[in-house]
């Protein structure tokens, strides 16, 4: 954790695939540093694959409560900015599903993004929302 949260550019991009790795095979490994991958979230000037990776992480995991709004909020901002890398995006919308589940109130902001964004995005977003969309609409 301490080279994926340092400045070192190259140094926290290698270090992020191996957090995402652990919160894949063994998520408990990364209970002691849901804080850190939260802050990552709204640093500036920090590679894209340590965001990348930590939101992949976080969709893997159960979040504590007390960072649910700073979470939701970072998704959204990524889903709402043109330049957020897709892969931030996907894994976003993800996270904004998991969390929908305990608050009902973001389905419709979320299902809105959604359908606006839909046709300017990439396939995997498209992909990702086409599975999305049906689960908001059940629940």
Request: hydrophobic share 40%.
């Amino acid at each position: 954790m301490d080279c994926f949260l340092d400045d070192e550019y190259s140094l926290s991009q290698r270090a992020a695939w191996s957090v995402s790795w652990a919160a894949r095979k063994k998520p408990g490994m990364l209970s002691p540093h849901i804080k850190d991958l939260v802050s990552v979230l709204h640093r500036q000037n920090i590679h894209d694959a340590v965001i990348r990776n930590s939101v992949r992480a976080l969709q893997e995991i159960d979040i504590p409560v007390k960072f649910h709004g700073k979470v939701m909020n970072a998704c959204f901002q990524f889903l709402e900015t043109p330049a957020t890398p897709v892969a931030i995006k996907v894994f976003s919308l993800t996270i904004l599903y998991n969390l929908s589940k305990k608050y009902p109130e973001i389905k419709s902001e979320l299902r809105l993004i959604i359908e606006e964004r839909r046709e300017h995005e990439t396939a995997a977003f498209r992909s990702r929302a086409k599975k999305i969309l049906p689960k908001l609409e059940k629940n």
